[in-house]
């Protein structure tokens, strides 16, 4: 006898999924965005500077312009950019020519890569007492109104202890190889690899105790800029 059943329903396909789109498709449009915003950024923190150089408050420059605070909070934080109108009235306003508005933007950006060896060997106060200083590099007057200076710092047998450095800044100590005792005003600290130490670089300082030798650490030093 023929069944009374109805026929199975046919299984159903599954969806055809589109290939992914490799991960490393890069959008052209988003680097012209971001040269854009770069630009808008480094116009923000001239105007801003100029601001500050003048002593004038956000309103104070509103009244003097005649454009509206929202406005020119958002040029200083680079979230719009300024027509050159907009660049001439704030020109007048600082006495200053329109170009000056974007030098942060042409501005060479330094950089520098030292190849493992070829750091140099340099003289410094803990020179006589031993201690080796290699700069790890250096960046003259730049726009960030800050000096660095990196340097690995070696102790050896023949190194003598030397607690007394004292210069501007502040300086950051990474232990890296060895073990001392590193005093600081009226405090001792004892670093091991992986130690670190930030200090206020006024105070009197250096390895007081060389407790496991040779020692290395890396100084990193920062004062303002004359």
């Given at each position: ?153 070696t102790l050896t047998e023949q190194s003598d202890i030397f607690p007394a450095f004292q210069h501007d800044g502040i300086e950051l100590l990474y232990m ?6 590193y005093r600081h005003g009226d405090q001792l600290f004892y670093l091991e690899p992986g130690d670190s130490l930030f200090f206020d670089a006024d105070a ?9 030798l040779p020692a290395r650490y890396l100084s990193v030093i920062s004062y303002p800029q004359a």
């Amino acid at each position: 006898m023929p069944s009374n059943r109805p026929a199975p329903a046919p299984a159903p396909t599954a969806p055809a999924i589109s290939p992914a789109k490799p991960a490393f498709d890069q959008d052209p449009h988003r680097v012209r965005e971001l040269t854009e915003r770069n630009l808008e950024n480094a116009i923000g923190r001239e105007v801003r500077a100029f601001r500050h150089q003048q002593g004038m408050t956000v309103a104070q420059l509103a009244q003097v312009t005649g454009l509206s605070i929202g406005m020119l909070s958002k040029i200083e934080n680079g979230m719009t950019s300024p027509s050159l109108t907009t660049l001439q009235i704030l020109s007048h306003a600082f006495s200053t020519p329109i170009t000056s508005f974007f030098r942060g933007y042409e501005e060479r950006r330094e950089v520098q890569h030292v190849k493992a060896g070829d750091h140099l060997e340099i003289e410094r106060r803990g020179t006589r007492a031993g201690h080796q200083y290699n700069l790890l590099g250096h960046i003259g007057s730049n726009s960030s109104g800050v000096v660095v200076e990196p340097y690995l710092i070696t102790l050896t047998e023949q190194s003598d202890i030397f607690p007394a450095f004292q210069h501007d800044g502040i300086e950051l100590l990474y232990m890296l190889e060895g073990e001392v005792k590193y005093r600081h005003g009226d405090q001792l600290f004892y670093l091991e690899p992986g130690d670190s130490l930030f200090f206020d670089a006024d105070a009197p300082h250096g390895p007081e105790v060389l407790v496991k030798l040779p020692a290395r650490y890396l100084s990193v030093i920062s004062y303002p800029q004359a």
